[in-house]
């Protein structure tokens, strides 16, 4: 098949040499014939040498990569991928049916489909696009899951209202491409939660959060939990599971409250450990005591660019320089951030300059980072977003 080819200024190819699969669009000298939004296109270099195949789009990323090889972009190519990365969930013990049926099973250029990010809940595949290419791929993207994964799924739904680029002008709408509506309980670890995919916040479930949920069980014995926040409450469940003394979950939206207190009462029904409260973050660390000797602080990404990093690091530094002053004496925090633009040397930063802050001894117990079935592609370390450190407070 012949694609539209982009031809790239000199030297600009370089990158691409090495595999990374972005091309920006100021390496582009010119268009071949100007592609429309989610074309697939071929990429040359100055003097017309082949080098990959993409997904073209209007904005600073202009060519998501699909294949350094020059081969057909269809239900086939897919099928291989979606195969490729399902056999890596099974090879790393995932999908272990009533005891865990929540993964993601493609993370985007991790699995070497950029733009594109599939989370399996249960019998259900809830499917986000983040580049116009896969938006329009959508159907058959739905048809070879199904050929992958054959009974384990009866639904695939598509989220994408609010993560293609504005710039496409597409008006996605959530709607299901296979099935309907089935049973929204799927289980973590044996614990059990309910996925809101059609109103909630991503794919309905931050399932990047498993593992460092599991080490927080471990640490949660007789311990007096805050979940800051805690959005559907994973976090708190796993604590209470772990036998913690009580739970307290925080978030400002009054939804995600009602979440987290249906998945507690799934799992413990009855419980009085937990509570919950809809409130501002730094309102709620304001007014509260010093009772926590386990903290969690899992905010949403505050920076999405560049060019607010400096905020956002001011935002992670007040925010565990709060935490650092509360926190009872041989308290643990676990501190994160999601934001991909906030590299592991700036929130450390952003950390220290928050315990030195308080004055208080700090050790790191831990370093933690996304799990595996979000891999991230050895040619593309920005695919490295999740950063978290657990800290011993004295």
């Not at 595949?125 to 983040?130: G, I, N, P, T, Y």
């Not at 054959?150 to 496409?168: C, D, F, H, R, W």
Request: net charge neutral; charged share 25%.
């Amino acid at each position: 098949m012949n694609y539209t080819k982009v031809i790239l200024k000199p030297g600009k190819e370089e990158s691409l040499k090495r595999f990374h699969p972005w091309v920006f669009s100021g390496a582009i000298h010119h268009f071949e014939k100007q592609p429309e939004e989610g074309d697939i296109i071929e990429v040359t270099d100055y003097k017309g040498n082949f080098i990959a195949i993409g997904h073209y789009q209007i904005g600073s990323i202009a060519v998501r990569i699909l294949s350094f090889e020059q081969e057909i972009i269809d239900k086939e190519f897919f099928k291989k991928r979606l195969q490729v990365a399902y056999n890596l969930r099974n090879s790393i013990g995932l999908n272990r049916g009533e005891q865990n049926n929540t993964y993601r099973l493609v993370h985007g250029e991790g699995d070497l489909l950029p733009g594109l990010i599939i989370d399996i809940y249960d019998k259900t595949a809830v499917m986000q696009a983040h580049d116009p290419g896969m938006h329009f791929a959508r159907h058959i993207l739905a048809e070879a899951l199904t050929d992958v994964m054959g009974e384990q799924i009866k639904n695939v739904y598509y989220k994408s209202e609010t993560t293609l680029p504005y710039k496409a002008q597409l008006d996605p709408e959530n709607e299901y491409l296979i099935g309907g509506d089935a049973g929204n309980i799927a289980i973590e670890n044996g614990l059990k939660f309910h996925v809101d995919w059609l109103k909630g916040q991503k794919t309905g479930f931050f399932v990047d959060q498993r593992e460092n949920r599991s080490l927080l069980e471990h640490y949660s014995k007789d311990r007096s939990v805050l979940n800051m926040f805690c959005y559907t409450g994973g976090f708190s469940f796993y604590a209470m599971r772990g036998g913690a003394k009580l739970v307290h979950s925080v978030d400002s939206s009054a939804k995600a409250i009602d979440l987290t207190c249906k998945n507690v009462e799934l799992n413990f029904p009855g419980d009085r450990r937990h509570e919950a409260f809809a409130e501002d973050a730094f309102k709620y660390l304001d007014r509260m005591g010093d009772q926590y000797d386990l903290i969690i602080l899992d905010p949403p990404a505050f920076a999405k660019h560049k060019n607010v990093l400096h905020n956002a690091l001011q935002g992670y530094r007040k925010l565990n320089a709060k935490a650092f002053e509360k926190i009872k004496p041989g308290g643990i925090l676990f501190t994160f951030s999601c934001s991909q633009v906030v590299t592991k040397e700036n929130f450390r930063l952003a950390v220290f300059s928050a315990a030195a802050q308080s004055k208080r001894r700090v050790r790191i117990l831990h370093q933690l980072t996304q799990p595996a079935d979000h891999p991230v592609n050895i040619y593309h370390p920005e695919g490295e977003y999740l950063k978290g450190l657990v800290l011993y407070v004295e």
